[in-house]
């Protein structure tokens, strides 16, 4: 289909042989709009512009300036060029937004594409029919170009003749996307792309101030270099990129890369809303003004000032913003291409021109589908990024936003200040309405413009309050204006903007004064209430939802805590600048249920009417009013950005901090769609969210008596309302869950355990003279080198050896030590933290120089035993030979044998240099006379063969006590009841392994085993951290060996403890941290009522990380997460170390403490613990 | 580091850095499209691949980590000539606003309904209840899951 022709830009069209084009010339420049978004007026150099094509094969392309944000505008547009031109909608191709060839229609906002945009398209389509109908139709376009000046009085198609607008019909762009076709600006890829991240300044959010653009301390390149595939690191002011030849490279690039920024001033104070608007100076615009506004307050029977409080919001699209760019050369006449998710493309081409130095038709922008935004996200922001990093590197760079950037920059939904004054006279009337309404306005320069400095980050006020400011009611006396403000944090529009919260200060006011005046708030605002068309609305409404006239709360009571209401609200959006155009009409009627104890607001069914016109979709307008209603539902219970009381920084980095609507909540929706075909088509994308927040708080008012003014109704802001002065209800006391009964841990270790013993007194005596004689002697060069040999042939030894050396070398986890991070296997280099200093590991592999290769046996066995390198010097006890010496001799050969099999890598690790004293290594002959007791492990014949095993491969090459027992003041594993009592190791926490153990189930030979074969038990958890990777190794092993450290584990448990229950508290009241645990990590952690995902779902009431006394171990898991699972079914975690917060993270383990670990006392200093892990880290 | 994976059905090869996630791998090594970032952290559920029929999201699963495993992506499923029934039911009901959450939600559909296959609705939205919409498409989508449930159960012989 010739319709469908790719790269059909405005030239290519005008050349092309076959087609009847309608075009128009460039419209003048709208006239200058103070106060209003950017518009770009159209450029005639670039030729008129071309609406339609009609093709030779009959089948006709619509160019469109505006872009379908996933409200199914393409649809209707195709049903629109399709009526008028008698063609099926499959013969109808739509091009959206591609400079290169569509006019230039400004942004697509204020739902404003079908009822202004559409209405040249169709008159284009109308009079395209008139000429192939006089013409005999698409076939006399054959070889020939036609050219037709749009007429503005072209018949159009009487609307009752219509068969195709007016029904519903399916989205044409569904069966792509369900099949995972390119559909989306992240899909894009071109031959030689590259990644590029972007590292973005400390002031998150901020946009304005001599700060912005002038930040940037400086950038060091060298922390980077360690990452291949790093192409270029691009650094303008502030703005900071890399790019890279893989994805996961430019990701570890950007998180890597040291970025040092200067202090900044912040802006302390926004989280304080209401404060903030009041503080933040404004210019008064009044209205309108009608009556005798003040007299009639003055002599009001009841005078009721009130304030509402709009919170900033997320646009919180699903998808992260990207684009790609493919910067072409400064010859090339378009010296860039560039793929991105605009809103708006014509102003984002200027802005790129601008930031390029380019004239703006020298840039082609293509627009692809994005996600879900209604209204400005980071899509502008992304493409100006990635048009700055493929300038630098010359080649396509695809740069996506994380969901850090997204939701930190992202232009935010602005927050709102409305003021009511006004009362009732004697006879319920309403007095007076004085309206104004404090919007801190927005026009969101694009981010790299501002990083850049090529414009001024100057905070400029927009006069866009005025969206539905003049209430819909007939108030007598009426006063509305707008406080006309510069923005505070960066702010854009967000859908309903500025509308949505002055209809919830006008539908919250009139449902007060309806209350206060004891009437129905339906029949209050029939009363009131001139417009026909909306009382009509209003009526059909509240019939289809059953409203029970009411003139006072009604609190019905239902189960439990429980209190149910309904409330109403009604509005037309009224959109654009002052006064504006009229929408859609819409009503609620919302049912809510409130839980008195815990304050949480379910809604539980939304009846939605809406007049919208003729409907091109019906379906589609029905899909877009569920849309609006649960969206809304969303913003009125959840949605408020947090900021950093001192900065402004935001801090929602994540979905745990910024909760959405989940399917639980998600209430029954009725929708009246009014039937209106001979009306004209009015803007249906935004109508039916603008009622919404109002008709939720009239319900919980009615539910409860209680009177909400500032969203969002969580539920410690609706607990907080409803015990005003007074403390909650007391909740029931923790109920144990029945299933969770188990045995208690004991606190003593059996009678019987085989403790390691304590050297006698006479012992450590003699070993100090020792130990003195042969420092001295070490000093004088006593303990000699071996010579070296050469490496053994290969076939000295047998595979059986080396086979067995293999298994061994995994139950002593030689390569997780010896290999340093992003390292190859045993080449050494890993640092170990230990109180004395940092030891290197060394080179494990045969290679003769930098490894082992120059190593013979005896070499070998006396570094195993006794800690003495091949030359002669002592090696330090981080290596655990004091276990390793324990070893048969026919172990330490069959090890030999295996490392001696492996291939040689030269590399030379860093060497070790310790501070003095403990540099000097011939002082740890003294320290091995103490502490090492030379020679393999002799059995206990007291015990099973079995246990045997266990003991020598605990104890032995498993060295279990290295990271598990505490190490006395000389760093020597203590031993007694210390034996296996749990140590720190390297920031985490080896916990005991005995009775000692905190978890609250003691472990057994069964858990024990479990747990070395598969990396988890259900009674404690998961094995991560360094434990993660000695599971991995383990699994070498056969069984019998598993078993048997597992049974050997076991014999220093305490039999037979008793039975108590483990109490998980069920009790607790929601609030924020409660909603950071279940949206941040509820996917996969839930007490079995979420989704079934790969990896496991162990249970936190059991688990040792929880009860351990230091929460050492979870905060670490948080911050890191696990990359490395023990085993297949243990799956993996994100760490939230750049997501969350030290506070957020301190809030979630706490919370976590509590409600699963309720009998143990709560974790102290949370947030410092994890500022100080983090950095360890 | 060298591994093997099936995807869609295929034995493949790779030789990606050890860091690199399987929803890096799925679009940036293999062009697959249907698994989408959304947060990198698990908790929207774009991303959603099967491993072994398992719902994973595969931007916190590292590529490596599940070697040797089959996985599917919404390429896996079915063709524009031959739909899925899970694909179909969603095209049927109209289940996409934006459609950028569309992979998730088919995936997790495909993967609750192998293993329930006649869901109640609470069923279906505890399933769901970590996959994100921001568009307020939940309603579309619920009506979508149930149909594919029919859809599959007419498919069983």
């Given amino acids: 289909m010739r319709a469908e022709e790719a790269g059909l830009s405005r030239a290519a069209v005008r050349a092309a042989d076959g087609v009847l084009l309608v075009l128009r010339e460039v419209p003048p420049p709208p006239a200058p709009s103070p106060g209003q978004p950017p518009a770009v007026a159209g450029n005639p150099a670039e030729g008129p512009e071309v609406l339609l094509a009609c093709w030779d094969d009959g089948s006709a392309t619509g160019f469109v300036g505006h872009v379908d944000l996933g409200t199914g505008l393409r649809t209707a547009l195709t049903q629109i060029v399709a009526e008028e031109l008698d063609l099926a909608p499959a013969q109808v191709h739509m091009q959206m937004g591609n400079t290169a060839s569509v006019p230039n229609q400004g942004a697509t906002i204020a739902s404003a594409s079908i009822q202004i945009h559409a209405v040249p398209l169709r008159l284009a389509a109308a009079q395209a029919r008139a000429w192939l109908q006089a013409h005999g139709g698409a076939a006399a376009l054959a070889g020939r170009h036609v050219e037709l000046q749009l007429d503005l009085q072209a018949s159009t198609k009487p609307v009752e003749d219509y068969r195709l607008v007016g029904q519903s019909v399916p989205r044409v762009d569904i069966p792509a996307k369900v099949h995972g076709e390119v559909a989306f600006v992240h899909d894009m890829r071109v031959p030689g792309m590259l990644h590029g991240r972007v590292v973005r300044p400390p002031y998150a959010g901020l946009d304005a101030g ?79 003004e009608e009556g005798q506004v003040d007299q009639a307050i003055a002599g009001a029977a009841a005078h009721m000032p009130r304030t509402y409080v709009w919170p900033y919001q997320l646009h919180a699209s699903i998808g992260p913003s990207c684009a790609l760019a493919h910067w072409h050369g400064e010859a090339a006449a378009t010296v860039a291409t560039v793929w991105a998710g605009t809103q708006n493309p014509h102003v984002l081409r200027a802005d790129l021109a601008l930031l390029a130095g380019v004239a703006d038709a020298r840039i082609d922008l293509v627009r692809m589908e994005a996600a879900g935004c209604y209204g400005r996200n980071g899509a502008d922001d992304v493409a100006a990024d990635a048009l700055l990093l493929s300038r630098a590197v010359g080649r396509p760079v695809r740069v996506q936003l994380t969901r850090a950037q997204e939701t930190a920059w992202e232009p935010k939904g602005a927050a709102q200040l409305m003021q009511v004054d006004g009362g009732l006279n004697a006879d319920g009337t309403p007095a007076a309405y004085d309206f104004q309404t404090s919007y801190p306005s927005n ?276 607990r907080a309302a409803l015990h005003q002065g007074q403390l909650p209800p007391p ?163 069959a090890l030999y044998a295996y490392l001696m099999a492996q291939p040689a890598v030269a590399h030379q690790p860093p060497a070790t240099q310790l501070p003095f004293p403990f540099g000097l290594r011939p002082l740890l002959a003294g320290w091995n006379a103490l502490n090492l007791e030379a020679g393999a492990w002799k059995p206990d014949i007291a015990q099973t063969p079995q246990w045997n095993r266990g003991a020598y491969l605990v104890n032995g090459v498993g060295h279990c006590g290295a990271c598990h027992t505490p190490r006395d003041a000389l760093g020597a594993e203590r031993s007694g009841t210390a034996f296996l009592s749990g140590a720190l190791i390297d920031g985490w926490e080896a916990p005991a392994l005995t009775a000692l153990s905190k978890a609250p189930v003691p472990w057994t030979a069964d858990s024990l085993y479990a747990y070395l074969r598969h990396g988890h038990s259900r009674e404690h958890g998961a094995a991560t951290g360094p434990m993660a990777p000695v599971v991995q190794e383990l699994a070498a092993l056969p069984d019998a060996d598993i078993r048997a450290m597992a049974l050997y584990l076991a014999s220093f448990q305490a039999p037979d403890a008793p039975v108590r229950p483990v109490a998980t508290r069920t009790d607790m009241l929601p609030g924020p941290a409660q909603r950071l645990f279940e949206n941040a990590c509820g996917a996969c952690h839930h007490d079995g009522d979420g989704p079934r995902l790969l990896g496991l779902n162990l249970p936190f009431a059991l688990s040792t990380k929880l009860h351990s006394d230091r929460p050492d171990n979870l905060l670490r898991v948080m911050l890191e997460g696990v990359r490395e699972a023990a085993g297949p079914q243990v799956g993996f975690m994100p760490g939230f170390a750049d997501n969350l917060s030290d506070a957020q993270i301190a809030l979630l383990s706490g919370y976590l403490r509590q409600r699963y670990a309720p009998d143990k006392p709560a974790w102290q200093d949370l947030a410092s613990r994890t500022a100080a892990l983090r950095t360890a880290r | 580091m060298t591994f093997a994976l099936q995807i869609n059905g295929s034995a493949r090869q790779f030789d990606t850095p050890r860091e690199t996630s399987l929803l890096h791998l799925l679009r940036n090594d293999c062009g697959l499209n249907g698994p989408k970032y959304g947060c990198g952290l698990g908790q929207c559920g774009s991303c959603t691949v099967l491993v072994d029929g398992v719902a994973a999201r595969s931007c916190v699963v590292p590529a490596h980590g599940v070697a040797g495993r089959h996985i599917t992506t919404l390429e896996g499923l079915g063709t524009r000539a031959a739909p899925h029934p899970v694909q179909q039911a969603f095209i049927d009901a109209q289940a996409a606003q934006c459609g950028y959450c569309l992979n998730g939600m088919v995936m997790a559909t495909v993967a609750l309904l192998a293993r329930v296959p006649d869901p109640t609705p609470k069923q279906v939205r505890a399933e769901l209840s970590h996959n994100l919409c921001r568009c307020g498409t939940h309603l579309e989508i619920l009506d979508a899951v149930q149909r594919a449930a029919r859809l599959c159960a007419e498919d069983r012989p």
Avoid at chain 1, 255 to 271: E, F, N, Q, Y
Avoid at chain 1, 683 to 707: C, K, L, M, W
Wanted: proline share 9%.
């Fill in chain 1, 731 to 893: 909740p029931p006391e923790p109920r144990p869950e029945a299933e969770a009964v188990v045995p208690a841990p004991a606190t003593g270790l059996p009678a019987d355990a085989r403790l390691p013993r304590r050297k006698p007194l006479w012992a450590v005596a003699l070993a100090l003279v020792v130990g003195g004689a042969a420092t001295v002697a070490g000093l004088a060069g006593w303990r000699s080198a071996i010579a070296p040999v050469a490496r053994p042939a290969l076939d000295t030894y047998s595979a059986a050896t080396i086979e067995r050396g293999r298994l061994l070398a995994a139950a002593g986890d030689c390569v997780v030590c010896h290999t340093a991070p992003s390292g190859q296997p045993n080449t050494g280099g890993r640092a170990m933290d230990t109180p004395f200093g940092t030891v290197y590991t060394t080179n494990l592999t045969p290679d003769p120089t930098t490894g082992i290769g120059a190593w013979s046996l005896a070499a070998f066995q006396r570094a195993m035993r006794e800690g003495i390198s091949r030359d002669g010097r002592h090696l330090y006890p981080a290596f655990p030979y004091t276990a390793f010496t324990k070893m048969t001799d026919d172990d330490l050969t």
């Fill in chain 1, 443 to 718: 026009g969101a320069p694009t981010l790299a413009l501002l990083l850049t400095r090529t414009v001024e980050p100057v905070a400029k006020a927009f006069e866009m309050g005025d969206r539905t400011a003049v209430p819909p009611y007939a108030y007598a006396h009426l006063r509305v204006a707008a406080n006309d403000m510069a923005p505070l944090l960066r702010a854009s529009w967000l859908r309903g903007v500025s509308a949505l919260p002055n209809s919830f200060a006008h539908e919250s006011y009139i449902d007060e004064l309806a209350s206060a005046a004891g009437i129905d708030p339906v029949d209050y605002r029939l009363r009131h209430l001139p417009d026909a068309r909306a009382a009509e609305l209003v009526r059909a409404t509240a019939a289809k939802a059953g409203w029970k006239p009411h003139t006072a709360p009604q609190s019905q009571a239902a189960d439990g805590d429980i209190l149910k209401g309904q409330g109403f609200a009604y509005a037309r959006y009224i959109h654009s600048k002052f006064p504006g155009f009229g929408a859609a009409w819409a009503a609620w009627v919302a049912d809510v249920e409130v839980n008195q104890r815990t304050g949480e607001v379910h809604v539980r069914r939304v009846v939605v009417g809406q007049d919208a016109g003729l409907m091109v979709n019906p379906a589609g307008v029905q899909h877009q009013v569920h849309g609006n209603v649960l969206q809304t539902t969303s913003r009125a219970l959840k949605e408020r950005v947090e900021v950093e009381p001192a900065t402004g920084v935001t801090l929602n980095r994540e979905w745990g901090s910024y909760p959405l609507l989940s399917f639980r909540e998600v209430p029954v929706v009725e929708v009246m769609l009014m039937p209106r075909p001979g009306e004209a088509p009015l803007g249906a994308g935004e109508s039916a969210s603008v009622p919404g927040t109002a008709a939720i708080a009239n319900a919980i008012f009615d539910a409860t008596g209680v009177r909400l003014r500032a969203p969002p109704f969580t539920p410690e802001v609706v």
């Fill in chain 1, 210 to 288: 001599e700060f912005v653009g002038n930040t940037l301390e400086g950038v060091d390149e060298g922390s980077i270099a360690h990452i291949p595939g790093v192409v270029a690191v691009v650094v303008q002011r502030d703005f900071v990129g890399v790019v890279a030849e893989r994805e996961e490279m430019a990701e570890a690039a950007m998180a890597a890369l040291a970025v040092r920024w200067k202090p900044w001033p912040g802006m302390p104070g926004v989280d304080q809303t209401e404060q903030a608007l009041r503080a933040h100076p404004s210019t008064r615009r009044l209205l309108l």
